[in-house]
């Protein structure tokens, strides 16, 4: 599953990219449980699947599993019953951003690979080398610009 932050009407929301089109995660939960004749469907969707990334990931195992069956029951349905309930996008009719719009940290592990060290020319490190950089301040979406570090001779932006 491959998990992205998208925006609908202007607000950042969490989804799931399945072929060519973009799954929100949360409406597609809430729809599932309306389905189900579960009461407060959109409250529970709010607690269990919220609709931001930072959310999700802070829900953990639970909001995983959620998703998952989402994309499981969504991939299902009839698509365009669920375009017209503001659950499926077709993936170039959204803005994709960063993952995670505002991460309060990045957690780096370099060298961690014998063939990366050795084209480093470097030791083989006995433990992983890790760097995390706590001040991120712009993370960027896909197919947008990057204004780096000026030091940087290329960025990988996958």
Do not use: C
């Not at 919220?50 to 698509?79: W, Y």
Request: no cysteine; proline share 7%; glycine share 10%.
């Amino acid at each position: 599953m491959r998990l992205v932050t998208f925006l609908r009407l202007g607000e950042p929301r969490l989804g799931a990219v399945v072929g060519g089109q973009v799954i929100d995660l949360n409406a597609g939960y809430q729809y599932l449980q309306e389905r189900a004749g579960i009461p407060r469907a959109r409250e529970r969707a709010a607690v269990v699947l919220p609709p931001d990334m930072i959310g999700f990931l802070t829900n953990g195992e639970e909001a995983l599993s959620a998703a998952r069956n989402v994309v499981e029951q969504v991939s299902k349905a009839e698509s365009t019953t669920l375009a017209g309930k503001g659950i499926l996008y077709g993936l170039k009719a959204v803005a994709v951003k960063a993952p995670v719009p505002r991460p309060t940290k990045l957690i780096l592990v370099g060298l961690n690979y014998r063939d990366h060290a050795e084209e480093a020319g470097m030791k083989i490190p006995t433990e992983p080398t890790l760097g995390a950089y706590t001040f991120l301040k712009v993370p960027v979406g896909r197919d947008r610009p990057w204004r780096g570090d000026s030091h940087a001779e290329s960025v990988d932006t996958n």
